[in-house]
């Protein structure tokens, strides 16, 4: 689905909206905005070091014991399982937890602060930095503007469980449907291609959507059945809370008055697809890259400069990091992309051609782009 360009909603339009929020506040707790108590899979004290986030070895799915493999992924058979998540846009209550479970390194604001960063960048008032920043710089700025260091220190000794839910033979290539547990993200699903009849490990993907999508919409519009037929195993997260709506305004909001932003969670996420990939018998764990549609794209840019694990990246889209669309009401519900402290460098974040990892631009939906897309991965993970 195309992200489209910002809309510039109007001030008056805009402080409706907070007053709206007050008001809501005032007369009690709006559902949409809820936050449930802590999942059923969620570490409990005993479990966390106190004001951390970290994690010991025993905290998931009853995994007791030393890490498996170097990814720390614990791979179970579940065929048949249902994922809880009947409506992914709606599926908000790990994200509110994880703002309690990673509170130890939590950056809080109060909303009145919130408001008025959220009214600079809609005024235009937040400075943009023109000239292009060396990549060792942006790196940095990125992981302090994402407040993502905590999730990539120690990301493989952390128990990520994998649960086959199906798989099956169509077309010459292994389809694989997931559910990845960590304790952090709490359970997201994703499907697995793998090429058949390989008599060596095969480089792999990692595919991430845009809004309104899940693994299923890439799988089957944004070519994902192709990459087995082209000697490559393709993995498709689906992302929870992604429909530019009230659900993902309410995460996208709670995330940023705690110091964090969304895209912390949609890379960390993606990460956490790569992790299974690369622990997987038929997957190269040394040859893995990445693309993204549209805002999955924008996850790409940022994944490009601190992930050195993918080889390469390709990406159809950039962006301002300030993303919201209007509610019936005219709200200003914001998208997961608005992250404040990477609005100034985002020109900077959107230009591709001096990363160090091999990166691709190509046009929006691919269009006539897979024949280059695929001799890039096959040329940069080789």
């Not at 905005?33 to 004290?45: I, K, L, M, N, Q």
């Not at 579940?78 to 479970?101: Q, T």
């Not at 809004?211 to 195993?233: K, M, N, Q, S």
Request: hydrophobic share 35%; net charge negative.
């Amino acid at each position: 689905m195309s992200d489209g360009s910002t809309p510039r909603i109007v001030f008056v339009m805009l402080m409706v909206f907070f007053a709206g929020a007050v008001i809501g506040c005032a007369e009690g707790e709006d559902p949409t905005y809820a936050t449930s108590g802590p999942r059923e899979d969620t570490p409990d004290e005993d479990s966390a070091d106190e004001d951390t986030g970290d994690f010991t070895s025993d905290d998931d799915d009853g995994f007791e014991g030393d890490c498996p493999n170097a990814f720390c992924v614990i791979e179970q058979e579940d065929r048949g399982a249902v994922w809880a998540c009947e409506n992914a846009c709606g599926c908000v209550d790990d994200y509110f937890d994880f703002v309690d479970i990673a509170a130890g390194d939590a950056h809080p604001i109060s909303e009145q602060e919130l408001e008025k960063v959220l009214l600079d960048l809609l005024n235009g008032t937040t400075r943009v930095d023109s000239d292009r920043m060396n990549e060792t710089d942006l790196t940095e700025h990125i992981l302090d503007a994402f407040n993502v260091r905590f999730l990539l220190d120690g990301i493989n000794e952390r128990p990520l469980v994998v649960r086959i839910t199906d798989e099956f033979e169509i077309d010459g290539y292994l389809e694989r449907d997931l559910l990845l547990t960590d304790p952090y993200v709490g359970t997201f699903e994703a499907i697995l291609l793998l090429p058949r009849n390989v008599e060596k490990p095969v480089p792999g993907v990692v595919a991430v959507h845009g809004h309104t999508d899940d693994a299923r919409i890439y799988r089957d519009d944004y070519h994902g059945r192709e990459y087995p037929g082209e000697g490559l195993a393709i993995i498709m997260p689906t992302m929870r809370a992604n429909c530019a709506d009230e659900n993902e305004d309410a995460v996208t909001r709670e995330l940023l008055l705690n110091g964090f932003a969304f895209y912390t969670v949609r890379a960390y996420e993606a990460l956490l697809a790569m992790r299974y990939l690369q622990s997987t018998a038929e997957v190269d764990e040394h040859r893995v890259g990445y693309i993204g549609h549209s805002s999955g794209s924008m996850v790409g840019n940022l994944l490009v400069r601190i992930a050195p694990d993918f080889r390469a990246v390709v990406s159809d889209n950039g962006g301002d990091y300030f993303k919201y669309t209007a509610g019936p009401l005219g709200e200003m519900w914001l998208q997961d992309e608005t992250a404040p402290g990477a609005y100034p460098v985002h020109p900077s974040i959107n230009d591709l051609s001096d990363t160090v990892t091999p990166s691709l631009a190509v046009p929006y939906g691919y269009g006539g782009s897979m024949k280059s897309i695929f001799s890039f991965f096959k040329a940069e993970l080789k």
